[in-house]
């Protein structure tokens, strides 16, 4: 009889809790602005004037003011600080597995283990690498933020209708043949937020930093995008031993959140020498001020363990804070940035991504790049710009990484990388209108076009 009343009892708990559940991801959303008539009056900081009131006239005043202020605010205020380990750390590299003639050849397959260790614990995390064989010298690569596609097998390729995709959508053969490179990580394994309460983080690569007694994070220490900034930073020192990659011409991407994990990455560690980023919205390139679909606010209610609790000082008043994700942009001059989004991506604000990217423009001016915006208008859909120290293009569609977007940034590298000329899809295929003669042989059929 204790069996029949438990059933009951069991079912009631789970549509409670379903429905709790339904209720926050309801509230996520719920009064979000939509329209652009409904965008509060705001102005934003300029870029290129102090905390202290003074304009920055010079290269050398930016670096050794107004740049660290800025990246200073951000991790004090908004991602947190990565604290100081009380037991140091230790990382080693351990080569899993490596394949020289993955894609019929066409490149090498390197698949990693990097591990972090000191007294408190040790944490892992799987890299993994394809470098083109028919490169003589180190060759550029996309440095690309994942979050379980390894552990998951997303990096197999797809069947035969899509060799050399793999099945996240990395044009991967179309990478190979243009010269570039990939490195991915799955950055999770250094943190999930696990054990939080109320934005508290704790558990995997944090507790490796944790003090004598410490069980969370304290209000200015990291939040997660924080912590996986540093794993792709982690990630960096291992590509620097690579000798057949151009350490120099790292482009770190991400999309979405992790658009928003690439962009504190680059911003903190110069190393990387180029940002690609896709729909990363709010805490990636949007701006706050115009509170148009999500808001630091809302972040700080329903994704508090993303970024550090001291951030919930400006959640009500966003226009009191001295800087906007415009400045958090301009930091990355003179490297090249390049930003994509899509129309439809309301949540993200589209157009705010693009008040974000156009606003940055000050500090790349200020190195004597060009930016070839021809106004703050925001650029027509599907007209992507790329001779240009700032990228950008705003697609049809709705917010992810598409296959439009990655042959936009390959353009964007072979550009500001490899300086030839920008090259078409079709220019990859089929050079001299003939079909290149690497394609696979598969269920016996000869695809090989002599």
Avoid at 110 to 135: D, R
Wanted: proline letters at 5%; charged letters at 25%; one cysteine or more.
């Amino acid at each position: 009889m204790r069996k029949i009343k438990i059933l009951p009892a069991l079912l009631a708990f789970a549509c409670i809790t379903n429905f709790v559940e339904a209720q926050l991801h309801e509230g996520k959303y719920k009064g979000a602005i939509y329209e652009e008539k409904d965008v509060p009056k705001y102005k934003l900081p300029e870029v290129m004037k102090g905390f202290n009131g003074k304009m920055i006239a010079s290269v050398a005043d930016w670096e050794r003011t107004r740049r660290p202020e800025i990246i200073e605010f951000f991790a004090e205020n908004i991602y947190g600080k990565v604290p100081t380990p009380s037991d140091p750390i230790k990382t080693t590299f351990e080569l899993v597995a490596e394949d020289p003639s993955c894609l019929e050849g066409l490149c090498t397959k390197k698949e990693v283990k990097i591990s972090l260790k000191n007294k408190y614990g040790e944490v892992s995390m799987p890299l993994v690498l394809f470098v083109p064989n028919k490169s003589v010298k180190p060759v550029p690569v996309i440095y690309l933020y994942n979050g379980e596609d390894i552990s998951s097998g997303r990096l197999e390729l797809e069947g035969s209708q899509r060799f050399g995709n793999t099945k996240n959508g990395i044009p991967l053969k179309q990478m190979m043949m243009r010269g570039i490179g990939l490195v991915t990580i799955d950055g999770w394994a250094m943190g999930r937020g696990t054990g939080s309460e109320g934005g508290k983080v704790r558990g995997e690569l944090v507790n490796l930093f944790f003090k004598p007694g410490q069980k969370f994070t304290k209000a200015n220490e990291w939040g997660l995008i924080a912590v996986w900034a540093y794993a792709m930073r982690i990630g960096m020192d291992y590509i620097e031993t690579e000798k057949r990659i151009n350490s120099s011409q790292v482009a770190v991407l991400g999309c979405s959140v992790s658009g928003k994990v690439a962009l504190w990455a680059a911003a903190t560690d110069q190393r990387f020498g180029m940002t690609l980023l896709a729909t990363a919205g709010h805490g990636g390139d949007a701006i706050w001020r115009r509170q148009f679909g999500e808001t630091l606010d809302n972040m700080c209610i329903f994704l508090p363990t993303w970024i550090c609790r001291n951030a919930s000082k400006y959640a009500k008043n966003i226009n009191k804070m001295p800087v906007d994700q415009h400045t958090l942009l301009a930091t990355l001059a003179p490297r090249p940035l390049y930003v994509s989004n899509a129309h439809h991506d309301l949540w993200a604000d589209q157009k705010g991504q693009w008040i974000g990217t156009y606003n940055a423009k000050p500090a790349f001016d200020l190195y004597g790049k060009k930016v070839a915006f021809a106004s703050e208008e925001q650029p027509a859909l599907d007209q992507p710009i790329l001779e240009s120290s700032i990228g950008y293009h705003v697609r049809s569609g709705f917010h992810g990484l598409t296959l439009y977007d990655w042959e936009q940034y390959m353009k964007f590298i072979e550009f500001h990388f490899i300086k030839i000329p920008i090259r078409s899809t079709h220019d990859i295929y089929y050079p001299d209108g003939k079909l290149v003669d690497h394609y696979p042989n598969i269920a016996g059929e000869d695809y090989i076009v002599k």
